[in-house]
């Protein structure tokens, strides 16, 4: 993946996204399946999938309407999976100066994948990198979600092509690029360990996420895991 | 209104305002340098959490079942410098397989 030029532009950010887009496409086609077969029709998961625009909160919605749960329940599954949108939006922030409708397209087409991409390292985000993985994201999404629900029958269960697997994979693979730093210790509570901070935090949020997923409803253990990036705090003293 | 359109247009409305308050809010403005350093390590940290959730957790419940192996697979690929596209061909195609020996 490339790392921090600061002229990458809506073409870099298009090229890059295409891989992680074929991944998301066999996702998408795997929601729609399960979409359909949970009960929710033909078009409402393809709106779903066109404006709330979130695998694994679609995925928690789909489950909960399958399993017979209430309205509240299932959107309230959706909306714990997505809370960790609200410091992604915050980090992406300073970078998007446009018109308020800028802003928005550029709120809606943010998701993890495509947050990622528009990394420039050390805080800062490419708003245009944003927009083009943020679409190819989107496209391949909702594609795949028309895919999914035409052809269920066709694809039958995802699990069995192991597609669940794969989403931890692309965030590993994601993940990686973002561990480079240039300390070589972090300063913790008055200790010096000697791994750099984005490997520190990693593994601090790895452990906070598996440490609650046991007592919290799904969601929570992702967006308590951010509380991981605090670290930082004293890294400048 | 059917219980299907009630949650597509909840979670619709409320992930679009959880993504935009930052952006729409804060837009423009940029923060202080100790924040930033504490937001350039939210990404790691949310990532790692996405990993370790994909691959060990069933609803709320920690399993060990052909994800691990997967991932596992993926890992050495990222090691070795493979596309993303083949890291995630690998770990669906080596937990599919798990899968059909495990029966």
Not at chain 2, 77 to 82: L, P, Q, V
């Amino acid at each position: 993946m490339a790392e921090t030029s600061g002229d990458r532009g809506f073409r870099e950010g298009a090229v890059a996204v295409v891989p992680m887009a074929v991944a998301v496409f066999g996702f998408g086609l795997s929601y729609g399946v399960l979409a359909r077969a949970a009960g929710m029709g033909g078009v409402a998961p393809v709106i779903m999938s066109i404006t709330t625009f979130a695998g694994s909160a679609q995925f928690a919605a789909a489950s909960v309407l399958q399993a017979g749960g209430a309205a509240a329940t299932a959107a309230l599954s959706a909306l714990m999976l997505n809370a960790r949108y609200l410091p992604i939006g915050v980090t992406v922030a300073p970078w998007l100066q446009g018109s308020i409708w800028s802003r928005l397209l550029h709120a809606h087409l943010t998701v993890d994948e495509s947050w990622v991409i528009a990394a420039e390292g050390t805080g800062r985000w490419n708003p245009r990198v944003l927009l083009a993985a943020g679409m190819g994201i989107w496209i391949a999404w909702v594609l795949g979600t028309i895919g999914g629900v035409v052809f269920g029958d066709v694809i039958g269960d995802p699990a069995r092509l192991g597609l669940d697997a794969a989403f931890p994979a692309l965030f590993l693979a994601l993940l990686v690029p973002q561990l480079r730093s240039t300390e070589r210790t972090t300063r913790l509570a008055g200790f010096r360990i000697g791994a750099p901070p984005p490997t520190i935090a990693a593994l601090l949020g790895a452990a906070i996420a598996l440490a609650l997923t046991p007592f919290t409803p799904a969601g929570v253990p992702i967006v308590a895991a951010g509380a991981a990036c605090l670290i930082g705090l004293r890294r400048r003293p | 209104m059917s219980t299907v359109w009630i949650v597509v247009i909840v979670s619709g409305v409320g992930t679009l305002a959880l993504k935009a308050a930052g952006p729409v809010l804060l837009g423009g403005k940029q923060f202080p340098d100790r924040l930033t350093g504490v937001i350039g390590l939210l990404g790691p940290a949310l990532l790692a959490a996405l990993v370790a959730i994909g691959t060990f957790a069933d609803g709320q419940r920690l399993v060990l079942d052909g994800r691990v192996l997967g991932v596992g697979a993926a890992a050495a690929a990222i090691r070795f410098r493979a596309p993303v596209l083949v890291v995630v061909i690998v770990a669906a195609a080596v937990t599919a397989t798990a899968r059909v020996i495990a029966g």
